[in-house]
Every structure is written in C-alpha cells, then in structure tokens.
C-alpha cells in the first residue's frame, strides 16, 4: 500500500498514455480529473493485488465509446459516482475498490479521481497490459469473468444497467446504448472478487506506468534520448522515425478510425510508414516490412520530447518515433489471438511477436 | 374484479388487434401465449382501476420492436417473467398487478400471458386506447409520469435496465438497445402507482376489445355484417372498400415502415387508397381526400369475417374495409398532437378529427 500524490499522477498519466497505444483517452483531460480529485480529497491509496482479500467486490471504472467525442464532451464526474451508486444497490454489496479496466491517458486516470472522490483504494492492475477498443478483450474475458452486470451512466443523468449472457453481447449491446448517449459514457464495468484479480489481472500496471513517465521526464536531466529511456524501461524497441506525411480519422460506429502515414527520417529515409487504428493503433507497417501487430503495443512517441502521442492527437509534420513493445504472454495465447490478434480487426495477417519482426525484419 | 378464461382471451385478441390499428404485434401469436398460461396456470383476475389501492405498484409487460421481427423470434416466455424480477428487486418493492401498455394483437396478450403465470391480477386499462410506435406516447407521458426504471429482456437471456432523464431519452436508448437485442424485446415500463392509474389511464381497455371481438364473432349469428357491428362497438366509421394492390413494406430503425395501397370497389371504384404506416397505421388518403389521421384510429379490416389484419398481415389481392375511429380525448390536446399528431411522424398535414374528416370529405 502506497499513496498517490500529484507528481505520482503527471507521471502516471505519461506512462499510461504510451501504454494507451493511441487509444485509452486524452492525458490531458486524465490528468486534469485526477489532479482536481487529489486537490479537492487528498492523496489516493494504493493497494497491491495481495493487499486485497480474495473475497472483496473491485469493479473496474472506465469511460467507453470514442476518444475523438469525449474531447467536446467532458464528463461530468457525477455520472461515474452515479454508474458506483448503482452497481452497489443492484448488487447489494459495498465496493471495496476500483481499478483501471486498461491502460490510457484517460482511462488510467478516471479510477484515481473516482476513487479520491469516493474514499475508495485502488488497485495496482489492469486487464489489458495496455488499452484495446472493445470491452471483451480483457484477460478476465480470456479467464470466464463475466463483463456483467455492467453499469453504463452519461453526462446528462441516462444510465443503464446491463446483464447479458456472455462479453461479447455486452460489448455489442452496450456498445449501441454509447452511440445513442452520444458516443462516450462513463462506466462500471467486471465487478470481480478479489480472487478473481489474482488469478487473471495484469499486476503492477500503475507501477509501471509511473516509471515509464518518469524515465522520459528525468531524461532531460540526465542529458538522454527520453525515447530511449522509455524503450529501456518498457523493454520496447524502436521500430520507425518520421514525419507525418497523412492522417485520415473518422468516427464510425462508435469508433475513431483510420491510418497515420509517416514518411521516414534519418535511416528510414525513403520508407513510409502505416500505422492503422481503432481508437488503439493496431498495425505498423511498410510498404516493405510489417513492424508490429496487434496485440502487441505500437506508441507513437514526439521525437522531441519523448511524449506519447494519442491517435487524436497526431498532427500533420510531427517528427515521430513508432515503437513497439511485446504484450502480456496471456494475449500470446490461442484464445488471446483470437480475441485481439489482426484478423479479429480485418487484418489479413498472421501474428508474429514484435522481437521476432524486429530480429527478422520479416518481408511482406 | 372478474376472471379472464379462454373466450375471453379469443374476443380480447380480435378487439386488441382492431384497435391496434396494424401494429401492436401478432394477434395470433399472443393469443396462443395467453391461452397456453391459463391452461398451465388457470384464468387471470381483472381489477377495475378503482380497485387498485392509490399506493399499489402497476407495471405495464410489453414487447418493445419491430412486430415484423417478432414473428420470426418467437419470446421464450422466460424474458418477461425475469424482467419483472429484476424491476421488482431494482425497486425493492413488490408488484401489485400488471396492464397493457397499448392496445395490439401481441401487446393486449403479454400482461394476460405474464399476469398467469406470476399469479398477479390485470388492471383493466392502458396508456394509449389503440397502438403507437413509440415508448413515449402513452397518456402518462402527458402526464409526465417517467417511463423509467424500464427493463429490457430478450429470449437469449441479456436484459438492461434502463433509468433517464426523459422519456424521449428512453425511447433513444431502449430503441438503440432493442435493435442490437436483435429488434424485438420484452419491456417492464412505466412502473407506477395506483394513483397515477386512476389519474392518467385510459380505463375499460380490455372490456372495449372483449366487446368488439365478440360483436365480430357473433355478427354472423344474427346474419349482419361484421364490420357494420364492429363500426356500431366501437363508434367508428367506414373510410373506404378496396382491395389490396401493392404493400411496401421495410423493416427500418427498428421499427415496420411502409405504405400499404388499395383500389376500391363498390361505390369507392375509381379511387386510390394509401395508408401509412410505421408499426402502426398512420395516415389514409386517396389522391383525393384525407380520410383519417393519427392520433385517431386507422384500421383495416377483412371485408368477409371483419377480422382486423395486421400490417404485416396484409397481402396483395385482400378484399378489405378500411375504418377510422375517433381516439381518446387525451390525444386530441395541444401536447398530444404534438406527441403523436401526424407532423411528428413527417406527415405534412394538420389534424383533423376523422368525424369531420367523414362529414366534410375534406379535399387535399
């Protein structure tokens, strides 16, 4: 158990943002709710999975829906209290605590502020390792949790709540319910037993986090590449450099999609560079070489500064460095493949680890 | 009080599905779920609102959809039974007794079917007097008794529950859930007390519809033409005799649109009927006149038997009657045109009360 103060969080927030892959939501607004959380409440607890008893109730805090909509339309932070409120009555049981749901700029932040706000810890873990567009592809769905009953509540005071049969028609339904309350909401979302979070979460995600945003701010001091420090920190690799040459995004069924072009700098002169998305970049490649597939992590990182850069975020000239970073073994799986791999998104490739794409510069 | 037994629930059926001017869902189809729960469980007790306690819990059953979609995606019976437990431990409060939301085929049947089973009593009133499209348009509406907390339920076992700011955000999301549910749900709405029933109801449904079954069915007895015994039940008038040359028909944002046309015969010969529809019968209309408009009744009835026919139900060839009925006085208030007069539904015309419509012949 450790508490959570504001350099805590500004780290958390850069760390979580290159994790986030593109997606995961703005940093910016993140940091701001939890920062505003922190003042107005005080420090936030920190507990450790082992911390937690086995038969404690977590549920996960998030916002769902398209990162390009939430920008111009800020959450409240009543509708999160709310979706808490709810659960807790449907359920007939105290919370004990919340956690994020996946790593991201937005959605590392918003269980910090709710927890400020409600007294509540959190947990130091996540179910991704990183951040992905849909509700099912979490390592509890990979290990039987049910995504259920989920509480979906919006900025105006509309909120549901959710019982389906299995993930994948929660993501479906609740996914049509985010359109209709205008394409962003916030939820409560796999209430788990402490058990549960053991066996199946991916440990110490904030921890990591942290350091990864703290190595690209002390960089500087230290006179380093602060992208080579986070690549050190992440045991990522650097996959391209370049300038943003074209960025076409849209807003399709809930989603924001699209492809970044980038056209290569220094020893990639000459290439150019693809990166796909689904609120989370999902595939890098060259006309030449695939660099990286989901669901291993692909960040887009400021040359500059070393700042992770979300998909709506990605401005035409910006000198960029793409990396890669290996995902958690439970997505290496069969089931995990199946569940996050390309050909779930349409991509008509085969998954290949991205040190094995790095190693090999395997040839299209 | 008095019980509801299987002659009942054949004359109720006919009556529901007149007075649910073609929508309100299969006739057929509700009638076997009504009389399967008596067989199963014995006859349903009616209450008269005045029965009701002021501080009794009434919650309408429903299907919410497309009743084109229904007849393909028969309910399990099951949905609604677990709706009713959900709202009930949601409230944390016990029902009293159940009611139809509007008149229909399918929707006069379900609170019968559901009322059996639970053991709980019907009250003899709904919130329409006929059927409309949408969760808003009802009397309580009007009133501005909320439409939520709503359960969906659907036959594979998903259900949401539903609470909104306004109904008009219930109808937006339960219909958004509805169509991914797979376009047709089972619906606990409206849930209310015995006060508001008496205050906002409209009262002696389910007597008008056994009544105007029973005038059909006993028209041929007495050697008189069903449709003239029907017209006499109900206060209503013929429009127009035709026979049906083209019905358009497409299922569209969850719900059956279409224009059904008829070329007349008898003294209409030389003339063109459209009625339009969406779920329900909306507009009739010759290239000449305007014959009747919502919010007042449109029905259509087999020229033989008097039986009404669905829109669905209608087929190329049909030699029907086509019959308007005046609608409760509630529709005919500033805010209930504006609810469910025919410029909410894009119909470019004002409304005019089908009595006068009858004794002008207004031209277009």
């Known amino acids: 158990m450790r508490k959570i103060g504001k350099q805590e969080i500004e780290d958390i927030a850069v760390g979580a943002a290159l994790l986030g892959t593109g997606g995961g939501g703005d940093p910016y607004i993140g940091k701001l709710m939890a920062l505003q959380a922190i003042e107005e409440y005080g420090e936030i607890t920190l507990l450790n999975v082992d911390e937690v008893p086995d038969d404690a109730l977590i549920v996960p805090s998030a916002m769902m829906g398209a990162p390009t909509v939430l920008l111009e339309k800020v959450p409240s932070g009543e509708e999160m209290f709310s979706a808490f409120q709810n659960l807790e009555s449907y359920l007939g049981k105290k919370i004990y605590a919340t956690m994020p749901i ?36 979490v390592t509890f769905y990979l290990d039987g ?14 909120n549901s709540v959710l019982s389906t049969i299995n993930n994948l028609w929660t993501e479906r ?59 050190k920190c992440a045991k990522g690799f650097e996959l391209f450099r370049g300038k943003v040459t074209d960025i076409n995004r849209k807003t399709e069924s809930g989603f924001a999609k699209g492809i970044a072009t980038f056209e290569g700098i220094n020893e990639y002169k000459g290439e150019t560079l693809e990166v796909r998305f689904q609120n989370e970049h999902l595939l890098a490649q060259t006309n030449q070489r695939l660099l990286c597939v989901t669901p291993d992590l692909i960040a887009v990182l400021d040359a500059e500064t070393g700042l992770p850069i979300t998909t709506e975020g990605i401005r035409y000239g910006a000198r960029c460095v793409v990396v890669g970073i290996p995902c958690h073994p439970k997505w290496r799986t069969e089931k995990g493949i199946e569940t996050v791999g390309p050909k779930y998104f349409g991509y008509d490739v085969d998954y290949i680890p991205v040190e094995e794409l790095v190693k090999k510069g395997v040839t299209l």
């Not at 949790?145 to 509309?158: H, Q, R, Y």
């Open 102 to 137: 996946e790593a991201g700029g937005l959605n590392s932040m918003i269980p910090l502020a709710l927890a400020a706000k409600l007294g509540l810890p959190v947990v130091d873990v996540d179910g991704m390792g990183r951040a992905f567009p849909e509700l099912q592809m």
């Open 173 to 231: 339904i609740a996914r049509a319910a985010t359109i209709e309350m205008g394409g962003s909401v916030m939820t409560a979302i796999y209430p788990m037993t402490g058990k549960n979070l053991k066996d199946s979460g991916i440990r110490n995600i904030l921890q990591l986090e942290e350091e990864l945003g703290k190595a690209i701010r002390l960089a500087k001091e230290i006179n380093a590449d602060p992208v080579k420090e986070a690549l």
């Open 145 to 158: 949790i049910s995504a259920t009953p989920m509480v979906l509540a919006d900025e105006k005071g509309n």
